[in-house]
């Protein structure tokens, strides 16, 4: 409008081109300021999770506790705030049918009953979503086959619990018995076919007021209240992922001491498994690994799993990560330098990142590129490369 004024004023070209910049950019100038001050205020803190030094959150007995980067309350929702939720990510899951004799079906209520009181308190709509995700694990490949075996994962051992509650003391406290009946019925309901469809295939969730060091790996799915819902990406977040039936023997009712011994957690309690093979990826030469080796890879992901080689140069690590990343948009390497701690089989756990040497996380979504080093190893100057609880 302004430009044919000015022609049929007679203005200068010049002049007229002029004007039209001017008014371009007092628009722009005009949209920045109106901004949603919340809203930039989320994105500045989101983006400061990746350069903020990540510690503990207060010691536990062992197991340790989930490792969470450093934010106050308000500065962890707000970052989780500015983390979108997975278009159509709620995937419902199909029905399940605990077909197990009435023995383990009991032992199996009975445990489930337990995470859904233990983990979601008095909120009923909590509990349905807890209860659902200890289905969809028992569902997945990355996962033990028993419901006892899924809830108590971890609990035995001293690298850490799946579900808190069954190694921070929790289950010291004896819940009321209308809390418990109702927990019961819920976890009933569960195994006879109820689904919670708000949830989705999510395998994993977090309060909002912590972000956990793995927050970033996994796909947003659902918000329940306080609790965030997340699940895998790429296939193994996809329901065909989810194919896995329930084994027995389940833990007996009455003891909650953890997983029966006939439940292995992972490949590596497995003294049967067969050797450790490697794997290669193509474009990338064996030279420019330096020494490391690959033990397992997803292209589809972009997640590759190393075994670093002993006594190499810590840099090296960075290298290698790079090389492998190179023409990845959006990539991951994990990296250990104990035979025994690689994991058997992606997606890596994050129970399993707890003994990592080292991380590489290259991000589209960012724009950016990381190295992460377990600095109780190797030493750092610049502690926001250590990784979670390590600098």
């Given at each position: 409008?302004i430009?044919c004024?000015?022609?049929?004023?007679?203005?200068?070209p010049?002049?007229?081109?002029?004007?039209c910049?001017?008014?371009l950019?007092?628009?722009l100038?005009?949209?920045v300021?109106?901004?949603?001050?919340?809203?930039d205020?989320?994105?500045?803190?989101?983006?400061?999770?990746?350069?903020?030094?990540?510690?503990?959150i207060?010691?536990?007995?062992i197991?340790e506790?989930m490792?969470?980067?450093?934010?106050?309350?308000?500065?962890a929702r707000?970052s989780?705030?500015?983390?979108?939720i997975?278009?159509?990510?709620?995937?419902?899951?199909?029905?399940?049918?605990?077909?197990?004799?009435?023995?383990?079906?009991?032992?199996?209520q009975?445990?489930?009953?337990?995470?859904?009181?233990?983990?979601a308190?008095?909120?009923v709509?909590?509990?349905?979503?807890?209860?659902?995700?200890?289905?969809?694990?028992l569902?997945?490949?990355?996962?033990?086959?028993?419901i006892?075996?899924?809830?108590?994962?971890?609990?035995?051992?001293?690298?850490?619990?799946?579900?808190t509650?069954?190694?921070?003391?929790?289950?010291?406290?004896?819940?009321p018995?209308?809390?418990?009946?109702?927990?019961?019925a819920?976890?009933?309901?569960?195994?006879t076919?109820?689904v919670?469809k708000?949830v989705?295939l999510?395998t994993?969730?977090?309060?909002?007021?912590v972000?956990?060091?793995?927050?970033?790996t996994l796909?947003?799915?659902?918000v329940?209240h306080?609790?965030?819902?997340?699940?895998?990406?790429?296939?193994?977040g996809?329901?065909t992922?989810f194919?896995?039936?329930?084994a027995s023997p389940?833990?007996?009712?009455?003891?909650?001491a953890g997983p029966a011994?006939?439940?292995?957690?992972?490949?590596?309690d497995?003294?049967t498994?067969?050797?450790?093979?490697s794997?290669?990826?193509?474009?990338?030469?064996?030279?420019?690994?330096?020494?490391?080796?690959?033990?397992?890879?997803?292209?589809d992901?972009g997640?590759?799993?190393?075994?670093?080689?002993?006594?190499?140069s810590?840099?090296?690590f960075?290298?290698?990560?790079f090389?492998?990343?190179?023409e990845?948009?959006?990539?991951?390497?994990?990296?250990?330098?104990?035979?025994?701690?690689v994991?058997?089989a992606?997606?890596?756990?994050?129970?399993?990142?707890?003994?990592m040497a080292?991380?590489?996380?290259?991000?589209?979504?960012?724009?950016?590129?990381?190295?992460f080093?377990?600095c109780?190893?190797?030493?750092?100057l610049l502690?926001?490369?250590?990784?979670?609880g390590?600098?």
């Amino acid at each position: 409008m302004i430009m044919c004024r000015a022609r049929s004023r007679g203005w200068p070209p010049r002049l007229v081109m002029l004007s039209c910049v001017l008014l371009l950019l007092t628009l722009l100038v005009i949209a920045v300021a109106l901004r949603p001050a919340e809203r930039d205020k989320a994105s500045r803190i989101h983006r400061a999770v990746h350069t903020l030094p990540a510690l503990s959150i207060a010691p536990r007995p062992i197991p340790e506790p989930m490792k969470v980067v450093a934010l106050t309350p308000e500065q962890a929702r707000a970052s989780n705030l500015a983390v979108p939720i997975l278009p159509l990510g709620a995937e419902a899951a199909r029905p399940f049918i605990y077909n197990g004799s009435p023995q383990n079906r009991a032992s199996a209520q009975s445990c489930l009953a337990a995470a859904v009181y233990y983990e979601a308190g008095d909120d009923v709509v909590g509990e349905r979503a807890v209860a659902q995700v200890v289905l969809n694990r028992l569902r997945h490949p990355a996962f033990p086959k028993t419901i006892c075996g899924v809830v108590f994962e971890g609990s035995e051992r001293q690298t850490g619990c799946q579900f808190t509650f069954s190694c921070d003391g929790s289950l010291l406290r004896v819940p009321p018995i209308q809390a418990w009946t109702r927990a019961n019925a819920i976890s009933d309901a569960a195994l006879t076919g109820f689904v919670d469809k708000a949830v989705g295939l999510a395998t994993y969730y977090h309060a909002d007021w912590v972000v956990p060091y793995w927050r970033d790996t996994l796909d947003k799915v659902a918000v329940v209240h306080s609790q965030i819902f997340y699940r895998w990406r790429g296939k193994w977040g996809r329901s065909t992922a989810f194919n896995g039936r329930a084994a027995s023997p389940e833990l007996p009712d009455s003891t909650f001491a953890g997983p029966a011994e006939t439940i292995l957690t992972s490949a590596d309690d497995d003294l049967t498994a067969p050797p450790r093979t490697s794997v290669s990826i193509n474009g990338v030469p064996s030279a420019a690994l330096k020494g490391a080796i690959i033990r397992l890879k997803d292209d589809d992901t972009g997640q590759y799993v190393l075994q670093l080689p002993p006594n190499a140069s810590p840099g090296t690590f960075a290298v290698t990560a790079f090389t492998i990343c190179a023409e990845k948009s959006d990539c991951f390497v994990f990296a250990w330098a104990d035979e025994h701690d690689v994991p058997r089989a992606l997606p890596v756990l994050p129970i399993a990142m707890r003994t990592m040497a080292f991380m590489y996380h290259k991000s589209s979504v960012f724009n950016d590129a990381r190295p992460f080093w377990d600095c109780r190893r190797y030493a750092r100057l610049l502690k926001n490369q250590c990784l979670p609880g390590t600098g």
